[in-house]
């Protein structure tokens, strides 16, 4: 499974912003999809996964309400979309996605994808 997400940029608080993950391999649609963040000098951070399915959603408390996830599978490629509205300083952090066995920030992750920067300038 090969992930790479896309999307991330220099925004204002209060912005939005919609980042993808496209995903390819024989396995992939029966991975759960998440994203993490990762600031600076902070450990990495569960923020949202999506079921195999597309049925199930899972959010970190810090997003509720302001980030949306979101997953289009065709064959052999997926593409998973992290919708991030009413950005906040507090949101800066490189953002990944991982191809993971279980939902939740205990998942086990299989795959990781490469990072991209997400900065919200206040």
């Known amino acids: 499974v090969q992930l790479q997400a896309s999307g991330g940029g220099l925004v204002q608080a209060g912005d939005s912003l919609r980042l993808s993950c496209a995903a390819s391999g024989s396995t992939v649609s029966r991975y759960v999809i998440d994203w993490f963040r990762q600031a600076p000098g902070k450990e990495r951070e569960f923020v949202a996964a999506?079921?195999?399915?597309?049925?199930?959603?899972?959010?970190a408390d810090s997003v509720k309400g302001r980030f949306s996830i979101s997953r289009q599978n065709a064959n052999a490629k997926i593409t998973v979309y992290l919708q991030m509205n009413s950005l906040q300083p507090h949101d800066t952090a490189v953002y990944y996605c991982a191809a993971a066995v279980n939902a939740g920030p205990g998942g086990r992750v299989d795959f990781w994808g490469q990072g991209t920067q997400v900065t919200v300038s206040s």
């Open positions: 999506i079921s195999w399915n597309g049925i199930s959603t899972y959010y």
